[in-house]
């Protein structure tokens, strides 16, 4: 009876996740499931998104922002042209994870900052989620 239990509950989520697999590399064009996760001590606070670059960019309110900074990297979160502004030293750390495809590649990308305005000095537009 156990091993019955544990084999259906393996065929359940194997039927649950496929669908969702195969829907992300069907879409079409440039998109990234993006999602910033605030640390505090024991718990987290997690925000994510679809960001969509294609004809009309969606996914967040800067999303047009968004795409325009990708594009100028080539997909490449890391070589999104840094901002010049000044960020408090307030250590309140933020994780951004961003994976997807561009341009037909892959992309991955994950990185904990100090605090949300140097994750917006470092990445721009594309992690902007909190309205």
Known sequence: MTRFL?????????????PAQA???????????ISVTKNKGQSSDMRGTLLVCNDVP???????????????????IGAVPPRDIMCTLEY????????????????????????????GAETGDVFALDR
């Open 6 to 18: 544990v084999l259906a509950a393996a065929l359940t989520l194997t039927a649950l996740t496929a």
């Open 58 to 76: 969606q996914g967040h309110a800067k999303a047009a922002e968004a795409c325009a900074q990708l594009a100028e990297a080539g997909g490449d």
């Open 23 to 33: 829907a992300q590399s069907a879409l079409p064009g440039n998109w990234l499931q």
């Open 92 to 119: 309140a750390p933020v994780t951004a994870r961003a994976r997807g495809q561009w341009d037909g590649k892959s992309v991955h990308y994950e990185k904990t900052f100090d605090n949300k305005c140097q994750m």
